[in-house]
């Protein structure tokens, strides 16, 4: 268990502590069993929680685990912090595979709310987090540049006004000790999801019970998928590649055209090894450490705050990172209509991403014959002679040099 020293377990300690080294068995008397007693029974005694005094600095600890979070309030007195309540659950099936940063930003915003009562009208005060790229984020972090789901978060935390600090984990023992031991989830939130499972169970049953998958069954689907033409067609398709524009798709596969390109980035964001790698990481956690991160990976550490994962994509802010073998196609598609250097990376950033896109457009951009072909030129006026003068000082001319 996670327990720190204080005044009191010092104090208790002092007797045992003040025995000689060379024969402590033989000093060992009532005393020094006393304070074995105390100390003993110290770690199972809860703290007695103090009034909560709106006029005394405030702070909330948050810490996330990989299966729960856990929050303390706590108010500064004579003696030291002292806690006003504690509050922990269980992460959902779903919250669990948040990235780290935005279980971290779900503990804070989540033991906010939880002690709505108490920080709701208050001037300011301190939220402690263990996750140094959360600090930038509550802080001063435009909203637009954080990922998708702590957007939302952070526009819950906005009734409140906390000043967002940084403590090493080691020191936040309390909210780190409640997210690893949390409470089971609200009745209300397993309701909700228990229904859902429900309602994906009926659906699934229904479709099992009408659709029994023997093998004789499967070879009927695989038959019939073949003498479908949409499917026919769409399958064709994404075993030899979509034509670049719907138009030049069949029609009977052109009600498909739209989800192609989610299906292909997919399956190849885990052939990717960079993306695969930084995948894993934003799901598990990354390491504190560049040099503890495996060299796949190494070149979105950077960025490793802004990323996150969004049904089986690889997203860095509300962009979606494109694999390397889809990148040339991703290419052709922004510079379709041959735009400029300036409006296909606009083009881009509305969607897209990967480490050196900017470059890749920008040579691109410059390699394209088309381009190159029917840009405007400017040719140089000929150099004109000027007439010779009749006499001396018939022309005066002056030039400014700043």
């Not at 954080?146 to 936040?172: D, H, N, S, V």
């Not at 029609?251 to 052939?271: F, P």
């Not at 598609?333 to 896109?357: F, L, N």
Request: hydrophobic residues 35%.
């Amino acid at each position: 268990m996670a327990w720190t020293w204080g005044p009191e377990q010092t104090e208790s300690f002092k007797k045992i502590r003040e025995m000689p080294a060379t024969a402590p068995l033989l000093a060992w008397g009532p005393e020094q069993t006393e304070s074995f007693k105390k100390i003993r029974e110290m770690p199972a005694t809860a703290p007695l929680l103090a009034y909560f005094d709106p006029s005394r600095p405030t702070v909330v600890e948050a810490d996330s685990s990989s299966y729960g979070i856990g929050g303390c309030l706590l108010q500064e007195f004579d003696d030291g912090l002292k806690p006003i309540a504690y509050c922990s659950r269980t992460l959902t099936n779903a919250e669990q595979k948040y990235a780290q940063i935005e279980k971290e930003c779900l503990a804070s915003v989540w033991a906010c709310k939880r002690f709505d009562r108490y920080l709701m009208g208050l001037d300011s005060f301190t939220l402690l987090t263990d996750h140094k790229p959360l600090v930038p984020l509550i802080n001063s972090k435009d909203l637009s540049e954080t990922p998708i789901r702590c957007q939302r978060m952070l526009i819950r935390l906005m009734r409140y006004k906390p000043k967002a600090e940084y403590r090493p984990g080691l020191t936040m023992v309390t909210s780190d000790t409640l997210s690893r031991c949390p409470t089971s989830i609200s009745s209300r939130t397993l309701e909700v999801e228990q229904n859902l499972q429900n309602d994906i169970q009926f659906h699934v049953d229904v479709i099992m019970s009408t659709w029994p998958i023997t093998d004789e069954k499967l070879k009927e689907i695989k038959a019939k998928t073949q003498e479908d033409p949409i499917l026919k067609t769409a399958f064709e398709y994404t075993t030899s590649g979509w034509p670049m524009y719907k138009e030049d798709v069949k029609l009977a596969a052109r009600e498909l055209y739209g989800v192609r390109n989610e299906l292909k980035v997919k399956a190849k964001t885990q052939e990717d090894p960079i993306l695969k790698t930084a995948f894993e990481y934003t799901t598990s956690g990354w390491p504190m450490y560049k040099e503890d991160v495996k060299l796949a990976a190494r070149e979105l550490y950077g960025f490793r705050n802004e990323l996150s994962v969004v049904d089986g994509l690889l997203l860095r802010g509300d962009c979606i990172i494109i694999p390397y073998k889809m990148r040339k196609e991703i290419l052709n598609r922004i510079h379709d209509g041959h735009p400029g250097i300036s409006k296909s990376r606009e083009r881009a950033k509305q969607a897209v991403w990967w480490p050196g896109i900017s470059k890749d457009i920008q040579q691109m951009v410059t390699g394209c014959r088309h381009c190159l072909e029917k840009s405007p030129t400017q040719q140089k006026e000929p150099l004109m002679t000027s007439e010779l003068p009749d006499r001396p000082f018939q022309k005066v001319q002056l030039t400014y040099v700043s």
